[in-house]
């Protein structure tokens, strides 16, 4: 055996020993073995110890392969024992078109290409896994503006008309894809700088060219990295499949020390200093509840119900720390019910969820930076990001984006505030929210708070959105949609006073309708329609079109008539609206519709058709209490929408050109046909439920007959 200082031959060396001492062992066991069988020493045949002799010779050399290899470091410590090839491995070259027939041989590694320089794979590498600074892209994206005739890279933006009808995850992911190519237009405007400069030949300091490909590579890693978290967050929405979500979920706050993690009491003490203290905890059990009453996401005796999604959180000023895979569906559940109180996330700004977690904030957030006893587990351990992970606390509502000023620090200004929150009409609010999205993101890209009034930032919004091709009805409103968010001093200002006197005189608003069409059309039509022989779907929508031309209101009163306020005598026919619609007030009396009998026109006789339509739908109303119901089962009541396309579908068949005229087309024809027959403007005030002062009628609803030809005929008389 030879020896080696190498500690690794040395280990070899000693293996081989214990494997030969095995082998004379064995060999022993073996020859005894040998004798006890065969008695005679000369029973054992010549071929046997020839065979055996071989087998010892195999063993010592490969013994003296393997020593040797220890002792040559050259040589491979595996090499093979037997210095004669083995037959079948000796194969013959095959011919090359056969080879070419069988196929390229391939490259099982993924190729790569030239290695790049070495302070460059140590910066880029950081960019695309923590992504760039806000304030170093800003700076980047002002460096490079795109050139006057190459303004086709700018970023499209959506027309304001459009972006008021799209729901607030397309305008997130919209948001989010215009980012994306604002900063392909700066990764443009530097590459087009250096290949414009050697197209021109010019020599300028090298500097130059590699700062602006190095600025454009770091955009364009900032771009990988946002396209790996929106991978990511893809298949996370992915999970959100109720079902998914559920078994997910129901591991996240299983009571175990692993998942269970809770605020920790110093934080939570300043939460409540600055939003005041909640009623009911909902993602909690009885060892990490913070209020007294709280909701549990498995069975506990102590909890006042299992599953917080399965609620309802109106009632309720909450406290909310969710799984961080449910914030999303946290949120959408604070829009459906409604709810006022305190949430807690992650300070995670790039997630898909958080411009929605800002939007539905009523003041400015509160955050916790990173400490190892912000969250802990029942056993005490720290969370295993604590310093990576901050936390963002905010008061949040579903009933309005923002209600800063109507909220104050204790539990009773919540409650009222909600009280207040209700002399804003639902269609209101919802008018605002379009405003409110454009004003946030506005903010967001100029860093600067939404709550601050800041006259020189307002008007640079306001300017934004008139050269956007918004209308003054458009600007005016975004400044309401201000002014309730930030101050009332945003509608009092003078400048911006001045500035909606230019915008008044730049673009000026015009009526819907200069001429308006004459009710005698749709009149002539409906008569051919006898009210016994029609189908009930046509019948519901004759009589929608009487009711709009007779009364003169909205839509929305007819959509409320009830058939209980309906009082039918031998002359007339009485409906009483006791429901809130547009024009109610506290010192106006509710609306009260007239229809009078037309016994000479008995086709078009709007309380005979009401009767009919009465005596049809009885046996298919079931509790529905509604006058007007679907004609198709279930049988629920009309909506205000469906009402409007059955007035629209009657306008179509009688020949109206409803590309012009809409639904509420109605009261300005009827208003205006009874204003040309001479009927008094008190009395169409009254009908249509304007007020004795009002100017309504006057300046938008009074229009010429559209099929008012009586001077062209005068002339061919």
């Not at 829009?335 to 995670?348: A, M, Q, T």
């Not at 700004?349 to 029942?378: A, D, G, V």
């Not at 009688?654 to 590309?659: F, K, P, R, V, Y």
Request: with cysteine; aromatic share 8%; hydrophobic share 35%.
């Amino acid at each position: 055996m030879g020896t080696s200082n190498d500690p690794i031959g040395a280990d070899i060396l000693a293996r081989m020993e214990k494997l030969e001492q095995k082998l004379k062992t064995r060999r022993k066991t073996k020859r005894r073995h040998h004798r006890s069988r065969s008695p005679s020493p000369f029973s054992s045949s010549r071929g046997d110890q020839d065979r055996t002799c071989k087998r010892r010779c195999r063993r010592s050399e490969s013994i003296e392969v393997l020593t040797s290899s220890v002792d040559d470091p050259q040589r491979p410590v595996l090499e093979t024992a037997t210095s004669d090839p083995l037959p079948f491995l000796v194969e013959a070259p095959l011919d090359p078109e056969i080879l070419l027939l069988l196929g390229a041989p391939q490259n099982s590694e993924e190729p790569l290409g030239e290695p790049i320089h070495a302070s460059i794979a140590e910066r880029w590498p950081v960019v695309i896994q923590k992504g760039l600074d806000p304030e170093i892209t800003q700076q980047l994206l002002k460096k490079y503006p795109v050139g006057p005739n190459c303004t086709f890279a700018k970023t499209p933006r959506v027309n304001p008309e459009i972006s008021a009808s799209l729901t607030d995850s397309v305008l997130e992911r919209d948001l989010r894809l215009s980012n994306k190519q604002l900063q392909m237009s700066a990764c443009l405007a530097a590459m087009g700088k250096v290949l414009s400069l050697l197209l021109k030949n010019e020599q300028p300091d090298g500097t130059s060219f590699i700062e602006a490909l190095s600025d454009s590579g770091r955009l364009l890693c900032d771009l990988f990295y946002q396209d790996s978290l929106l991978r990511r967050t893809l298949i996370l929405e992915l999970l959100a499949n109720p079902q998914i979500t559920r078994k997910l979920t129901l591991k996240s706050r299983r009571l175990k020390s692993e998942t269970e993690w809770q605020l920790s009491d110093f934080a939570y003490s300043d939460i409540i200093k600055r939003f005041g203290y909640p009623e009911i905890d909902l993602f909690a059990n009885r060892h990490n509840a913070k209020c007294e009453k709280f909701v549990a996401w498995l069975r506990d005796p102590g909890a006042l119900a299992i599953d917080a999604f399965t609620v309802s959180w109106e009632d309720y000023y909450f406290y909310a720390f969710p799984p961080f895979s449910v914030v999303l569906r946290t949120l959408r559940k604070i829009i459906s019910d409604r709810p006022c109180g305190i949430l807690v996330v992650p300070n995670w700004p790039i997630q898909p969820w958080f411009p929605l977690f800002i939007s539905l904030l009523t003041n400015k957030p509160f955050y916790c930076k990173p400490s190892k006893y912000l969250l802990t587990s029942p056993d005490r351990r720290r969370h295993p990001i604590w310093n990576q992970l901050s936390l963002v606390v905010g008061r949040l509502s579903g009933k309005v984006s923002t209600k800063k000023d109507f909220m104050t620090k204790d539990k009773k200004g919540i409650h009222a505030s909600n009280i207040m929150i209700s002399s804003i009409a639902p269609s209101t609010l919802k008018q605002y929210s379009s405003s409110l999205k454009r004003w946030w993101s506005f903010c967001h890209q100029n860093r600067i708070d939404i709550y601050t009034f800041n006259v020189t930032k307002i008007l640079d919004f306001l300017t934004e959105l008139f050269s956007s091709g918004s209308n003054y009805g458009t600007i005016n409103s975004a400044r309401s949609a201000l002014a309730l968010l930030i101050s009332p001093e945003v509608g009092t200002d003078f400048r911006i006073k001045r500035f909606f006197k230019g915008v008044e005189n730049l673009r000026p608003g015009r009526p819907r309708y200069e001429i308006t069409w004459d009710p005698h059309i749709v009149l002539k039509y409906l008569s051919s329609r006898d009210n016994k022989s029609i189908p009930l779907d046509i019948l519901g929508k004759k009589l929608a079109m009487l009711l709009a031309l007779t009364t003169a209101h909205r839509v929305q009163t007819l959509s409320l008539i009830d058939i209980r306020n309906i009082d039918v005598t031998s002359d007339k026919t009485l409906i009483k609206i006791p429901d809130r619609i547009k024009t109610s007030k506290r010192t106006r009396p509710q609306p009260v519709l007239l229809l009078p009998y037309f016994k000479e026109r008995p086709q078009v006789c709007v309380a005979t058709t009401l009767q009919v339509y009465m005596e049809k739908t009885k046996t298919l109303r079931g509790s529905c209490t509604r006058l007007f119901i679907s004609p198709r089962g279930p049988n629920g009541a009309a909506s205000t929408q469906t009402l409007s396309r059955w007035i629209k579908q009657v306008l179509k068949e009688s020949g109206i050109d409803t590309t012009m005229f809409s639904a509420h087309s109605t009261r300005h024809a009827s208003t205006s046909k009874a204003d040309h027959t001479g009927i008094s403007l008190d009395v169409i005030r009254k009908t249509a439920g304007w007020s004795s002062n009002s100017k309504t009628f006057a300046v938008f609803y009074k229009r010429p007959l559209q099929n008012n030809q009586s001077f062209a005929k005068a002339i061919y008389s």
